[in-house]
């Protein structure tokens, strides 16, 4: 009796140890798949600055800024300005003062036909309408800058080639030539004479201004971009420019 | 019983070496794979170093014809300057030679005028002296102007 009671609990020990380890044996291996997803991203080109260039090459910062040559009665001068729209443009009432003609080009040197110009009284600001579409025009900004802000100037310097100038906000004043109602903002963006009307941009591209003058030490004076606004909203604030 | 044993265990190692070839054979088809995949991302990241390489000469050959653009726009915008200045300077010299054409006839009839005075006045006696008066009058007044025009003139072009 004790023989066949120790062969069950041998077997039953065995059975169980027999019935256990199936349950440890290694499953077979499943399909090798036939394409594999790489879990990692795809190397890509880089992109850098590709938003903003048009297909030639240009940004949008230079693509709206214009040359302007102000044909007067006995005498000759340049200054700059931005469009605003497909077929207006804003500059310096100063850049368009005493004038038989004006001519408008473009970044890439197209010669733009004129159809109107009309000046503010109440700020240093002009707009001229053209015949012909400007190439790209920005935004105005929601805001003023404040004290710090970096702004960017793009124009035509002493009537050379378009450049690019950068610098900050330095705060405001009233302005010092008087031409300007309220507030003119003041900036350390180079510009020289032919920088007028030159359209000064921050971060976002936006313009927050207008340049209209420097000072004896060297900074930058914009019309803001709400006085712009301010007199863009009111019809009556622009008279039509007669000719020399 | 132990031959039931026997057989369980016949089994399993019957299966554990099919399992064990099965895994030798997929480890072997992963390992053909990845050395599939290696040559083909290297092939890739040849050709990606090859466009790559493409794109940065055609970014600078892009900013060196964006340069160009610029500055032949600022050569014409030059030339428009000059050309304009030139065409003002060519009207200023226009307005003068036709000034000048003025002033020279001025005093030409003023000479002419003295010169018909003088005779009258040679021969006074032929002659009312009030009309000789007033004659030399005329004479004064067209020389003063012919003066004053050819005065304005050299201040003119003293300029």
Same mark, same amino acid.
């Given at each position: 009796?004790?023989?066949?009671g120790w062969r069950q609990a041998v077997a039953a020990t065995a059975a169980g140890l027999l019935l256990g380890?199936?349950?440890?044996?290694?499953?077979? %291996?499943?399909?090798?798949?036939?394409?594999?997803?790489?879990?990692?991203?795809?190397?890509?080109?880089?992109?850098?600055?590709?938003?903003?260039?048009?297909?030639?090459?240009?940004?949008?910062?230079?693509?709206?800024?214009?040359?302007?040559?102000?044909?007067?009665?006995?005498?000759?001068?340049?200054?700059?300005?931005?469009?605003?729209?497909?077929?207006?443009?804003?500059?310096?009432?100063?850049?368009?003062?005493?004038?038989?003609?004006?001519?408008?080009?473009?970044?890439?040197?197209?010669?733009?036909?004129?159809?109107?110009?009309?000046?503010?009284?109440?700020?240093?600001?002009?707009?001229?309408?053209?015949?012909?579409?400007? &190439?790209?025009?920005?935004?105005?900004?929601?805001?003023? &800058?404040?004290?710090?802000?970096?702004?960017?100037?793009?124009?035509?310097?002493?009537?050379?080639?378009?450049?690019?100038?950068?610098?900050?906000?330095?705060?405001?004043?009233?302005?010092?030539?008087?031409?300007?109602?309220?507030?003119?903002?003041?900036?350390?963006?180079?510009?020289?004479?032919?920088?007028?009307?030159?359209a000064a941009l921050d971060e976002a591209g936006d313009v927050i201004g207008v340049v209209y003058a420097k000072?004896?030490?060297?900074?930058?004076?914009?019309? &803001?971009?709400?006085?712009?606004?301010?007199?863009?909203?009111?019809?009556?604030?622009?008279?039509?420019?007669? %000719?020399? | 019983?132990?031959?039931?044993?026997?057989?369980?265990?016949?089994?399993?190692?019957?299966?554990?070496?099919?399992?064990?070839?099965?895994?030798?054979?997929?480890?072997?088809?992963?390992?053909? =794979?990845?050395?599939? @995949?290696?040559?083909?991302?290297?092939?890739?990241?040849?050709?990606?170093?090859?466009?790559?390489?493409?794109?940065?000469?055609?970014?600078?050959?892009?900013?060196?014809?964006?340069?160009?653009?610029? =500055?032949?726009?600022?050569?014409?915008?030059?030339?428009? !300057?000059?050309?304009?200045?030139?065409?003002? @300077?060519?009207? @200023?010299?226009?307005?003068?030679?036709?000034?000048?054409?003025?002033?020279?006839?001025?005093?030409?009839?003023?000479?002419?005028?003295?010169?018909?005075?003088?005779?009258?006045?040679? !021969?006074?006696?032929?002659?009312?002296? =009030? !009309?000789?008066?007033?004659?030399?009058?005329?004479?004064?007044?067209?020389?003063?102007?012919?003066? =004053?025009?050819?005065?304005?003139?050299?201040?003119?072009?003293?300029?």
């Open positions: 009796m004790r023989s066949a380890g199936c349950a440890a044996l290694p499953e077979m %291996p499943p399909a090798v798949p036939e394409d594999i997803v790489p879990t990692l991203a795809a190397p890509s080109l880089s992109a850098e600055g590709s938003d903003q260039l048009s297909p030639d090459g240009f940004d949008a910062v230079q693509r709206m800024a214009v040359r302007i040559r102000n044909v007067g009665c006995d005498a000759l001068s340049t200054g700059s300005g931005f469009a605003v729209d497909e077929h207006t443009l804003i500059t310096n009432r100063h850049v368009v003062a005493d004038s038989s003609a004006l001519q408008v080009s473009t970044y890439d040197g197209r010669d733009l036909d004129v159809s109107a110009a009309s000046t503010a009284a109440l700020a240093d600001l002009a707009v001229v309408r053209t015949e012909d579409p400007l &190439p790209s025009f920005p935004r105005l900004a929601d805001d003023d &800058p404040e004290q710090g802000d970096e702004v960017t100037v793009v124009g035509y310097p002493a009537g050379g080639r378009l450049t690019v100038t950068a610098g900050s906000v330095i705060g405001t004043t009233t302005d010092p030539l008087h031409e300007n109602l309220g507030e003119v903002l003041v900036t350390d963006a180079p510009v020289e004479p032919g920088s007028s009307g030159s000072t004896t030490d060297g900074r930058s004076l914009l019309v &803001p971009q709400s006085t712009l606004r301010g007199m863009l909203d009111d019809a009556s604030a622009f008279t039509t420019l007669e %000719p020399c | 019983m132990l031959a039931l044993l026997l057989l369980g265990a016949i089994a399993v190692a019957g299966y554990l070496w099919q399992a064990t070839t099965a895994w030798e054979e997929h480890a072997a088809r992963w390992e053909s =794979d990845a050395h599939a @995949y290696a040559e083909e991302v290297a092939v890739l990241r040849s050709e990606l170093d090859g466009v790559t390489a493409e794109l940065v000469a055609a970014r600078e050959q892009l900013d060196t014809a964006t340069a160009r653009i610029t =500055d032949l726009a600022d050569e014409k915008a030059q030339l428009g !300057d000059e050309n304009v200045a030139s065409q003002q @300077y060519l009207d @200023y010299q226009r307005r003068v030679s036709e000034a000048a054409g003025v002033v020279a006839t001025a005093l030409g009839q003023c000479t002419a005028a003295q010169s018909q005075l003088i005779g009258y006045l040679e !021969d006074r006696d032929s002659y009312d002296p =009030d !009309d000789l008066e007033r004659f030399a009058s005329d004479v004064e007044g067209l020389c003063d102007e012919a003066n =004053d025009a050819n005065t304005q003139l050299q201040q003119e072009l003293a300029q």
